[in-house]
């Protein structure tokens, strides 16, 4: 019999098919040897994403006895002669589905697998939405229907609000101002939660770098223009590929928006922090916001 043990050390189920085989695919599992006892850690990689924060899902400890005398991962046979911590380690944590090693694929073609059924049961990263991704699972309902999780994580680029990018060139000038005070040529600006340089210092009139594109040019979301890396929970809806809410935590920082409501919010700004906004269906657009927002909880209708 192989038992599941829990991290409290109970045992939470077993398996005994009456057979003494019992494989874990793996497109489901990865393996780790417990040094020094009869027990490996079987982890199962279709977890609920708030375990997978740290990329350590709960483990399950798997112990065998009777008439288990081998067991396989991913079809490789493991008993207690050939249980070794090289044997377990080659490859389990990141094969290609598991969080730590998603499936690429574009939102039309998971469309399509989900459609079909043909998914392979894993984490995937959608690379056409968010900024520069989203990570999701692709899992089985209780009536075995695949289906794509509503709680996923997007890979986003914020503005550099407090300046700690190396990658810019110029001068970093923060929000924009109408001002425009010394303003010279490759100076850095930011302008409803984007960057922008200053491509011609000349044309500078006091309008606001959208509506002057004369003076000044959109800055790419990426890291190497500059914008700071970050890795947030958002809830999404899959079939109509939108995401609703997204959760930023950083440093003890936390701002939960609806960002279907709520437009230009300036997340990456320390200003602008411990906010609950998710309850707001009431539009809004923080725009250019140039100041202090904190503490609110808005579920204004």
């Known amino acids: 019999m192989l038992n599941f043990i829990n991290n409290g050390g109970v045992v939470v189920g077993n398996l005994d098919d009456g057979s003494n085989t019992q494989d874990f695919p ?17 982890k199962n990689k279709v ?18 006895s009777g008439d288990y005398t081998t067991f396989s991962v991913g079809g490789t046979s493991y008993g207690s002669a050939l249980l070794t911590a090289q044997a377990l380690n080659l490859f389990f944590f990141n094969s290609l589905g598991s969080s730590s090693n998603p499936i690429p694929i574009l939102y039309a073609d998971l ?22 991704g989203l990570l999701v699972l692709v899992s089985e309902d209780v009536n075995g229907v695949q289906i794509v999780s509503s709680e996923a994580y997007g890979y986003f680029f914020n503005a550099d609000y407090q300046d700690v ?3 810019k060139t110029g001068t970093w000038r923060g929000i924009w101002v109408a001002a425009e005070t010394s303003y010279a040529t490759n100076d850095i600006v930011i302008y409803q939660a984007s ?23 959109l800055l790419a979301r990426t890291a190497a223009n500059g914008y700071v890396e970050a890795f947030d929970r958002v809830d999404y809806d899959f079939v109509n590929n939108v995401i609703i809410n997204r959760y930023e935590v950083r440093n003890r920082i936390f701002n939960f928006v609806n960002v279907i409501s709520v437009a230009h919010f300036p997340f990456g700004n320390d200003n602008v922090i411990n906010n ?26």
């Open 165 to 167: 990018s190396p990658y």
């Open 276 to 301: 609950n906004l998710i309850e707001s269906e009431a539009l809004s657009d923080f725009g250019n916001f140039n100041g202090t927002f904190t503490f609110n909880n808005i579920t204004t209708n």
């Open 26 to 42: 793996a497109s489901l599992y990865y393996a780790t040897y417990v040094a020094g006892t009869n027990t490996v850690q079987i």
């Open 47 to 64: 977890v609920p994403y708030g375990a997978i924060q740290n990329n350590t899902p709960p483990p399950l400890q798997v112990v065998w």
């Open 111 to 132: 469309v399509t697998l989900i459609t079909a059924q043909t998914a392979v049961e894993g984490y995937y990263l959608i690379t056409d939405v968010a900024d520069a």
């Open 195 to 217: 960057m922008y340089v200053v491509s011609n210092a000349a044309n500078l009139n006091g309008t606001n770098p959208v509506s002057r594109p004369t003076a000044y040019s």
